[in-house]
């Protein structure tokens, strides 16, 4: 079990940024990149991956850009409106942004 210490500056800092963060913001930032890889050319995507690889750090890094670059831009471009749903109303990731703020306030106040 982790302990978080009361007033931890880190987890005071982290927290703050966690409740900056604006599930509109997120949604739409997943929309636009829905736009940009639906009509994204695959000679287009093909190159962004290829540039993404050659400054990855590590394998696990290069493996998903891999499985990217195989699925498509169009594949990309699903996976960011799924994950704009997720951040709607409801959605799994504003329910798990609010609980998380939640339990790190309890514990840190």
């Known amino acids: 079990m982790v302990y978080i210490m009361k007033n931890d500056p880190d987890m005071l800092n982290a927290l703050e940024k966690l409740e900056s963060l604006s599930p509109e913001t997120e949604a739409a930032a997943c929309i636009a990149a829905a736009r940009r890889f639906a009509t994204m050319k695959r000679v287009v995507f093909d190159s ?3 540039e993404h690889m050659a ?18 831009p169009r594949a990309l471009a699903r996976q960011f409106l799924e994950e704009a749903e997720t951040w709607g109303p409801g959605g799994g990731l504003r ?7 939640r339990d790190l306030k309890k514990r840190l106040h």
């Open 48 to 50: 962004v991956i290829a």
């Open 55 to 72: 400054e990855a750090d590590n394998d696990g890094e290069r493996l998903a850009l891999e499985e990217i670059g195989r699925r498509g």
């Open 95 to 101: 329910l798990a942004l609010a609980s998380t703020i």
